[in-house]
Structures are given as structure tokens and as C-alpha cells.
């Protein structure tokens, strides 16, 4: 009878159905955290590019000395003076080229009593040449020596102009408007012609030389607007406004890089923030572009690379690799990955990973809203 019962119980047990592998896990299954979400907004975007250079004087002239031989008497101006086109910045002892400029007009007053003298032989064989009184040969000697007089009389003119020329040269000019930036010039010192006395910044213009990569130098345009931040800026200080010249037509083969010319403001000696050899840092303006942004806190930086989660129709999270942009007030530029389409996961995102049940907030659920543009920087 016993083993009539245990038969019938086993039986009973096979014929029951079994439940179904994970049935329970779906029957049980609940979100794991409530997120609110978003749609990706196209913005208009001004977008900027960031570059690193120098600041370098825009022409640097190099002032010396063209006589030589001469003591250096005075000097008039030093490092940081602004001055002006044809202003005395030196000047030499002028009393050894006195003395050989005198020499020379002594020497050109001596030439043209010469001449008068064979001018006035000369006059006088022409008068006689058809009377037989002297030969042809005689003659010509006056002619020749009349010609020779005056070769000498214009050789004592020319020396006379180049002592004058080197007594001009005694007062070494500045050769345009600028500023001082080195000077070498010492009083006392006799120097050979060609000496460098002065280097000066033609104009107090300065420029800003970035470098910028090869695939980066389409995006500039001259005349596009730079701001500059040079390190001598302190904090709260405006940057330089500067504008594009020109972009070098070449790229360096080893750094792969370009210069790109920036016109900046003249230098003032009041002006302590620019200054040539300084490192600085700038923006270009790049004008306006249209993009999809989302929230920042939308996207989640995981093992060096960026991520959204995307939310699907069974509230299960999609992680979707993107590209970012620009960032602006509390939003950020997504250059690839999404579209306007997908329902992006936005409080909550750093908790959540591939897979994952969610559950939307209904009531902090946000729709697109148009996004006003904002100075951006690439």
C-alpha cells in the first residue's frame, strides 16, 4: 500500500509543469533608479580655437654707424624710449671730419683756380689756331689740360661731398617711429663702421605668432578676430584683442605646425601686459556653427572615452560612445554619436550601465528647448 502511494506522489510530481528558467527574475524584475531624460537640442554655437605662441615685434630695425674710426660723444636715448623718425639717438665727435672737410674745400678752391687758369689758355689757342701762331699739337695740350682741370676741379667737389656726408653721419637717426629695445651705443667707445649701436620695434607694433596644425589652419580667415591672453595678464584684466594678418605658407616638416600672424595693439610704455618675447595663449573667433548639445551631466566619462545612455522603448539603457565639442553653460557640443531623436538618460547617468532598467521621472522629464548661442571654444 505504501509503495502504491509513493508511486502515485511521483507521478503527480512529473506531471506538474516546472517553472521557467529567470520566469521569476521577469516576474520580479523593477528599475533600478529613476532618471529624467532629454532629447539633444541643435544650438547655434560661436566656436573659437584655441592656440599657444609668442609675442614678437611685428619689424625689429637694427641701427648702427656708418663712419668708423670716430669716439662715440653722446648718447641720447635708452632702452624703452619711444621716439620718432629722424630724431637724434647718437652722436660722434665731429672734429676729426671738420678738419678733413676742410681739407677738401681747400683742396676744391685749389682745382677751380686751376681750371680758370686752363680755361683761360684754352680760350686763347682756339683764338690763335687759324693764325699759324701755334702748332696743332701745342694746341690740343690747352684743350686736354682745360678738360683735365675740370676733371679735377669735379673729383675735389665729390670729396668734398663725401666728408659732408660723413659729418651728416656723425648724428646716428632713428630710421622711422618705434621703440627702443636694445642699445649697445657707449660713450667713449670708437667703433668700426657698421657697429650695431640700436635695435628698435618699427612703429611699437607687435604681433602674436600661434601655432596652429596643418589640419586646423582652414578654419582661420585673415581678419578674423583673435583674443590674447599674454602671461604677464592678471586677473581680471581684459584680454588683447588682436586681428588676424596673415597665415604662413608653409608648415614646419618636424612639428607639423604653422604661424599664424596676429596684428596686436601698438606698444605704449604704459602698457606693461604686452611685451616682446612673452609666451602667451589666444582664441580665435570662428564664427558661428550649428550643433546638438545636451546637459553635462548627461554624459558620462568612463576608461578615457565619453558616453550618453540612451534610453529605449522598454526604459532599458543603450550606452552610445560620442564625440564631444564645445562646452558652454552647463551643456556640451556632441559631434557624433546621437541624434534628435533619442531619449538621452540626464540625472542619474554616472550610476547607470549598459542594460540597465530604468524608470523615467515623468513630471522632471525635459523637452527641447531652444539653446541660445554662446561664445565657445573648440
Avoid: C
Avoid at 24 to 52: E, F, Q, Y
Avoid at 155 to 165: D, E, F, G, W, Y
Avoid at 217 to 229: D, E, S
Amino acid at each position: 500500500m505504501k509503495r502504491i502511494v509513493l508511486m502515485s506522489i511521483i507521478a503527480t510530481s512529473v506531471l506538474l509543469p516546472l517553472p521557467l528558467p529567470g520566469s521569476a527574475a521577469v516576474a520580479t524584475a523593477k528599475p533600478g533608479l529613476t532618471v529624467t531624460v532629454t532629447h539633444p537640442v541643435a544650438a547655434k554655437i560661436d566656436s573659437s580655437l584655441s592656440a599657444n605662441g609668442s609675442i614678437t615685434a611685428w619689424q625689429e630695425a637694427s641701427i648702427g654707424t656708418e663712419v668708423g674710426g670716430l669716439r662715440m660723444a653722446e648718447v641720447l636715448v635708452n632702452v624703452g624710449d619711444r621716439v620718432k623718425r629722424g630724431q637724434i639717438l647718437a652722436s660722434f665727435s665731429t672734429d676729426t671730419v671738420n678738419a678733413d672737410l676742410a681739407v677738401t674745400k681747400a683742396q676744391a678752391a685749389e682745382a677751380a683756380a686751376a681750371l680758370s687758369d686752363a680755361q683761360a689758355n684754352a680760350a686763347g689757342a682756339r683764338n690763335l689756331k687759324d693764325s699759324g701762331a701755334l702748332s696743332a699739337q701745342q694746341i690740343s695740350q690747352y684743350l686736354t689740360a682745360e678738360q683735365t682741370a675740370n676733371a679735377r676741379l669735379e673729383a675735389a667737389k665729390a670729396q668734398v661731398n663725401v666728408q659732408a656726408l660723413r659729418l651728416r653721419n656723425t648724428q646716428v637717426r632713428a630710421p622711422d617711429d618705434g621703440i627702443i629695445s636694445a642699445r649697445q651705443a657707449t660713450v667713449g667707445a670708437v667703433v668700426p663702421a657698421g657697429t650695431e649701436l640700436f635695435k628698435m620695434v618699427r612703429q611699437g607694433r607687435l604681433e602674436w605668432r600661434a601655432e596652429v596644425t596643418a589640419e586646423e589652419l582652414g578654419r582661420i580667415t585673415p581678419a578674423a578676430k583673435v583674443q590674447i591672453y599674454p602671461a604677464s595678464l592678471t586677473r581680471g584684466q581684459n584680454p588683447v584683442i588682436g586681428t588676424v594678418r596673415m597665415i604662413a605658407p608653409t608648415v614646419d616638416t618636424q612639428t607639423r605646425t604653422a604661424i599664424v600672424y596676429v596684428d596686436l595693439p601698438s606698444l605704449s610704455n604704459e602698457d606693461v601686459s604686452l611685451r616682446a618675447g612673452m609666451f602667451a595663449s589666444g582664441k580665435f573667433d570662428l564664427g558661428q556653427t550649428t550643433g546638438l548639445t545636451l546637459p553635462q551631466e548627461s554624459v558620462v566619462v568612463r576608461d578615457g572615452f565619453t558616453y550618453v545612455f540612451k534610453v529605449g522603448a522598454d526604459n532599458r539603457v543603450v550606452q552610445l560612445k560620442v564625440k564631444l565639442g564645445s562646452r558652454f553653460d552647463k551643456r556640451v557640443e556632441i559631434i557624433e554619436g546621437v541624434t534628435t531623436d533619442d531619449l538621452v538618460a540626464e540625472s542619474g547617468a554616472g550610476f547607470l550601465s549598459n542594460g540597465d532598467l530604468v524608470a523615467i521621472d515623468q513630471g522632471e522629464s525635459k523637452q527641447p528647448q531652444p539653446v541660445p548661442s554662446k561664445q565657445q571654444d573648440r
